[in-house]
């Protein structure tokens, strides 16, 4: 069994309440993203391991919602390191993940650099994005924003 790798960026963000980023909370159309990507979640990529979140307001809220979906949510662990994470603190991250099945739920620009420098691809990471990927091959099995109702 391969490991499996998901970068998710967190769901849209809402920006009219003049909140410092770190406390900046989802928006009406984020608290809709986030369970679609949890239901996405749930049925390709089922039996995660751990989920490791950055500890912004925004990423909490996030895999709070998406996690609601799974039938059964992995451990949680907020990284410190994955807020306003460049590629190198990102790339150390992710290498010391030693689960099968593991969740990151982090922020743009570094999510798209992670995504292309794991795979040599590059892909947008709208809000709420998934990328999946073979940790052992470097394929990306899948990508993309599951859609809104």
């Known amino acids: 069994m391969s490991r499996i790798l998901v970068l998710m960026r967190h769901a849209k963000s809402d920006w009219t309440g003049g909140e410092p980023d770190r406390l900046r909370p989802l928006a009406d159309r984020g608290r809709r993203q986030a369970p679609e990507a949890g ?8 039996g995660l391991d751990l989920a490791l979140v950055s500890p ?9 919602l998406a996690s609601a979906e799974l039938s059964s949510p992995p ?3 907020y990284v410190d390191g994955l807020y306003a994470a460049d590629l190198d603190e990102l790339v150390s991250v992710v290498e010391a993940i030693e689960v099968k099945r593991a969740v990151v739920v ?3 620009p570094g999510v798209e650099e992670l995504v292309e420098h794991l795979t040599g691809q590059a892909v947008e990471m709208k809000t ?15 990508h993309g924003r599951p859609p809104m109702r």
């Open 39 to 46: 239901r996405w979640l749930a049925a390709h990529v089922p």
């Open 56 to 64: 912004s307001t925004r990423t909490r809220q996030t895999w709070a």
């Open 75 to 77: 451990e949680v662990q």
């Open 106 to 108: 982090t922020h743009n």
């Open 128 to 142: 709420s994005a998934l990328a999946v990927i073979d940790r052992d091959t470097g394929v990306l099995l899948a």
